[in-house]
Each structure stands twice: as structure tokens, then as C-alpha cells.
């Protein structure tokens, strides 16, 4: 059995909006109650998966959830009194970021020698609330062979908890055990911790991990207060390579210390405040880079255009590469339409290390699955969104369809 590490990018859904719901996160906050490109958004994610086959990497895909959510709008007993954002939020195209959808470990570090996933509940923010119920259909038919995967319900809704977006695995190799670090955040700032500490205990536990080799690290308030509602906008791990913001964690010496003394192969790359701040590390999101071993053996990183067009990022960029470290190529996609909502490149990927064989083939991106979905969302996206129109019984019906043209083109009626 080859293990692999497989990016499952979710495909941005027609309903893609910047309804300004998620507090904390300030780049959906500056782009509230703009006017956004749906077609475009899903197209730009599409060259990144495209990118990523080319540079021969396994990439695979999730569909968008059903939108707006009518079964989660009748919960609301929603009616025309109803406040607007909670509306708007039926209707947001959030599981497009796929690094929210779950938490993965997989088989070399369960007691089991099977996969886990445990889909995230994501509590904090009501507009992905209810998320949850369909990702775990799409996660049960993507991940269906019981030899090979476990998928575990969400963990009780008095636990945040956001997936492997607050989650970094290191390791020698993909295929070897790896060191599961979990960050969580503690309440109190400004701005919520959407990652409880008990919601990563709870999934360590279930997924049968060896606690000697599971870390819970705190994420640093001050990143939090900057902006970095997840652990995946200051700090990304690939094999046995971690970079991070030298504000990361509320304890860095300890955190590096304790990393160093399990996995004594790390190399961890610190950036840095003086060279890139918080907050140009949040706008750039030159963390939520894609981390990935290319079939060469050699790393690659690939930043949103943000991060390459920001001026000192790109300082402490082109030094790291004059250098002689683990990453050796930087690669800028244009993900702008999901990054204006605070969905970086990494935010888009749910990583699954795991046999390509043992996965539905339907998942799986190759260029011709590629082709027809470029047909449909070119055909079927709306153009624009307005946020405005997030009651429109005319536009539901057209998002509705388009998603469904999806479902049928990648014969996966299964999810309608
Ligand atoms: O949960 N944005 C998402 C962005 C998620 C990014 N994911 C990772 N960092 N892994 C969020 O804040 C904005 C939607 C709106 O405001 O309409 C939004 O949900």
C-alpha cells in the first residue's frame, strides 16, 4: 500500500458571497457587502488544483454543499423578520475551505492502522454551523472502505472545533508515524479562539493516537487579536519541515523545545516579527501557503499572490530560497476571490495521506474530470453575487441547479 498525500480542494460554490459573517477573520470583514465573482472564485480554484496535477501531486476534490441550506433555515424557523446575516448565512459557500472540513490522522498514527477523520462541528461561526452534516455524507462516500477509514461524527457542540486547520503533522516521510500537533486557542480577546483545547483531546483520543507522539499547543493570543482566527494563517507543516511566525504560539521556546525533543529530524523555519509583523503576515497570508513535497523530493510553497506581491514578504522570501533550507521553490497561484473572504490556499485543501486506490475514484481530479468541471461552473456559476440579493428566490434556483449540474456531471447524485 503506497501512502500519499492527497490535497481534496474544495470547489468554490456558486454561491461564493462576501456577506462579512465571520468576526475575527479581517478580510472578510473589509470585502463585507461587496459584490463577488463566483465563476471566476471556482475557476481560480480550479487552476490551483490543475497546478498541483501538473506538478504531479494527487489532488482530489469535494463538491459544494447544498445552498442556501433550506433544511438549516427551517431549524431558524427563519421568516422575513429574520436578522440578515443569519440568512445570508444558508446561503455562504464556506466548505469551499476544506482545511475546516475535518481532522486527519492518518493510518501510521492510529492505534488501528485505519485513517480517521472526525468532521468539525466549526460552533463559533453560525453561517458554518451547519456545515457539518452534509461535509460528513461527502466525507462517508469519499472515505467509504471501513479496512481503511474511520469517519467520526463531530465532537459535541460545547467544543469548538475547526478541523486541520488548527492541526500540523510532522514527520520523515508521509507514509511514516508522525508527530500530531494540535493548537488551540484560549477565549478572551477580541476575537473568538474558535479551537477549544478539549475538541482536540476529544479527537486525538478517538482517533486512537499515541500520546507520546501528540503535542496540544497553545495558539498565541496576540495572533488571535491579529487576525488569525485559525492556527493555518502563522504557521504551516509539511513532512519535517514547520515554518511559523515567531508569534505563533503563546509559548514558542517551549512549544520548539518540545517539537525538537519528539521529532529531533525537525527543521523549523521562525520568521521573524521585525521582518514580516503580525499583521503583514495575516494580510499576506504567506503562511496559509501550501506546503508540499514535490515528486522530486524537493518542497515547494505555494503562496497566494498576496504574500508574493507583499514587499517584505517577498524579502524573506527570496533570502529563504538563497538559503539552504527544506523548501526550495516558491509558487504564487491567484486565489483572490477566496482570499478577500480570508481562504488562502492552504485554507482551500483538506490534506488526506492515504492510498489514492482506497479512495472513491469520483473524488479524484485528473484532467479530464478537470475539463468537465470547468464546463459546468462556466456554464452554470453566476457571474456575480450581490449580497443583497441573498434572499432571491430566483437566484436560489439557479445555485441550486448549478450545483446539482455538478453532482450529475461527476455522477455524484449520491450528495444531491
Ligand atoms: O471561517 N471565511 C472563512 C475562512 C476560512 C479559512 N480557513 C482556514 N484558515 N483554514 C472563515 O472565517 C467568510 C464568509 C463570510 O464572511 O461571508 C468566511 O467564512
Known sequence: ?????????????????YAGLSVGNLAAAAHAGEVSFPRAAALQGLEKMRANVTQGLAQGFFVP??????DWLDVLAADDTTDAALLAGAWS???????????????????????????????TMPHRAHEWPDTLAQLRLAFAEPAHFVVHAPVPPCFGDEGAANHIRLTSGHGEPGLEIFVYGKPGGPFPARQSE???RIVARRHG???ERVLFIEQSPA?????????????????RALLAHEQAFADPAAAYATIRGKLPEVEIVIVPAAEISLAEAVRSYLFNGQLVTLPTGEMALIVPTEAWGSAPVRLWLDSMLAGSGLIRQVIPVDVRQSMANGGGPACLRLRV??????VDDRFLLDDEKAAVIERVITREWPETVN??????????DRVRDARLALLEALNLNALA
Open 1 to 17: 500500500m503506497k501512502l500519499v498525500e492527497i490535497n481534496f480542494d474544495g470547489i468554490i460554490g456558486p454561491t461564493h458571497n
Open 65 to 70: 454543499l447544498p445552498r442556501p441550506n433550506h
Open 93 to 123: 459557500a464556506s466548505s469551499m475551505w476544506t482545511a475546516n472540513a475535518a481532522t486527519v490522522s492518518p493510518a501510521p498514527d492510529t492505534a488501528d492502522g485505519r485513517c480517521h477523520l472526525t468532521v468539525a462541528n466549526l460552533v
Open 198 to 200: 478539549q475538541a482536540s
Open 209 to 211: 493516537l499515541d500520546p
Open 223 to 239: 495572533a488571535i487579536a491579529a487576525g488569525a482566527f485559525h492556527n493555518d494563517v502563522v504557521a504551516v507543516g509539511n513532512e
Open 353 to 358: 495521506v492515504a492510498d489514492p486506490e482506497t
Open 387 to 396: 449580497p443583497a440579493q441573498l434572499r432571491d428566490a430566483e437566484l436560489a
